[in-house]
C-alpha cells in the first residue's frame, strides 16, 4: 500500500524550520505531562539501555528528554524549531537540547545506545530514508531504534482521508495552493522501510494516548475535539473512541510504533 499523503496550505513565505511543528500551542510541562498517557511508554521503559547515551532525534520541546532523564536515562534532543529549542532551554537551561537537522547531526559514527524519533519521518517528501540511514550511523551496533509514524488506519481510509481529499479538491477551485507536509504509512510499508535500511524489527504497536487523552480521533475530527480541555475528546468521541478501542487499538490510533535493532554492517 503507498503511503497516503497529507497536505497543508501553502503559505507565502513558510519558515525554513516550520515543518511537522504538532507541539505549538503547548507548554512544556504541559507537554511533559502528555508521556504518562501515551500507549508508547511502557515498550520505551522495557527496551531502553539504563546506561549508555540515547538520541531523541526531533524532540520538540523536549518532553520525552525531560520524563526520561527524570527518570535516570541519560538523553540528548535534537530539533530543527529554533523556538523550540528556545522554549525548552528556558524551561530548563541545562538541559542537553540543542538546534540540529535530523538528516545531518553533529555526532560522531556509533555514538548512542539508542535513538528515539517520534512524528519525525513521515514529513520528509523524498521519503524517510535519509533519515533512517542517519539514525542508523549515530547508533551502536545492536542499539535499538524507537520511531513512530502516522499510520493509515480503518477510520482514516473511511472518512478522514475521503474528507481531506473533497477539502482540498474544494480549496483548489477557488485558488488555494497546497504544499506537502507528510506521509501517512501502512504498518508493512514502514516495516519494510526499516528493513531496507538494515533494521531489525522487534515490536510494532499502536501509538495514541490513554483515556481520558485521546490523539487519533482528536487530530483527524474536529468535531470531537473537547471545548474545554486540549488532547481529550467530548462526549460523543469518547464513546466512539471506547467501541473502537474495544474492537481494535489499531481502528482509529494516531501511528503505529516500531522498536527495532540496528545490524552489524
Given amino acids: 500500500m503507498q503511503p497516503y499523503t497529507i497536505y497543508r496550505v501553502l503559505e507565502a513565505a513558510p519558515a525554513p524550520d516550520s515543518h511537522g511543528q504538532c507541539w505549538v500551542g503547548e507548554d512544556v510541562a504541559e507537554s511533559i505531562g502528555?508521556?504518562?498517557y501515551q500507549t508508547i511508554l511502557p515498550y520505551l521503559m522495557t527496551f531502553l539501555p539504563r546506561e549508555g547515551r540515547i538520541l531523541e532525534s526531533g524532540c520538540g520541546l523536549g518532553r520525552w528528554v525531560f520524563y526520561l532523564r527524570q527518570r535516570g536515562f541519560d538523553?540528548?534532543?535534537i530539533d530543527l524549531a529554533r523556538r523550540a529549542v528556545h522554549m525548552a532551554k528556558a524551561y530548563d537551561?541545562?538541559?542537553p537540547i540543542l538546534r540540529a537537522d535530523v538528516l545531518h547531526t553533529p555526532f560522531p559514527d556509533h555514538c548512542f545506545a539508542a535513538a528515539i524519533s517520534l512524528g519525525v519521518v513521515e514529513h520528509f517528501e523524498e521519503g524517510p530514508q535519509a533519515a533512517l540511514a542517519e539514525l542508523r550511523r549515530v547508533l551502536k551496533p545492536g542499539g535499538n531504534l524507537f520511531i513512530s509514524v502516522p499510520v493509515q488506519t480503518f477510520l482514516r481510509r473511511a472518512i478522514s482521508h475521503p474528507?481531506?481529499?473533497l477539502y482540498r479538491w474544494y480549496r483548489r477551485r477557488q485558488g488555494v495552493a497546497f504544499a506537502f507536509d507528510e506521509y501517512?504509512?501502512?504498518?508493512?510499508?514502514?516495516e519494510r522501510d526499516l528493513t531496507a535500511a538494515r533494521f531489525e524489527v522487534l515490536a510494532v504497536v499502536a501509538d495514541d494516548f490513554l483515556p481520558p487523552k485521546n490523539l487519533g480521533l482528536y487530530a483527524d475530527l474536529r468535531f470531537l475535539q473537547s471545548r474545554r480541555t486540549r488532547w481529550e475528546l467530548n462526549r460523543f468521541g469518547k464513546a466512539l473512541a471506547a467501541v473502537?478501542?474495544?474492537i481494535s487499538p489499531w481502528a482509529a490510533c494516531a501511528g503505529a510504533h516500531c522498536v527495532a535493532r540496528?545490524?552489524?554492517d
Wanted: glycine fraction near 4%; include cysteine.
Fill in 34 to 36: 502528555l508521556c504518562e
Fill in 75 to 77: 538523553v540528548t534532543g
Fill in 93 to 95: 537551561p541545562s538541559a
Fill in 163 to 165: 474528507l481531506k481529499d
Fill in 184 to 190: 501517512r504509512f501502512s504498518c508493512r510499508a514502514f
Fill in 244 to 246: 473502537l478501542r474495544s
Fill in 262 to 264: 540496528r545490524l552489524p
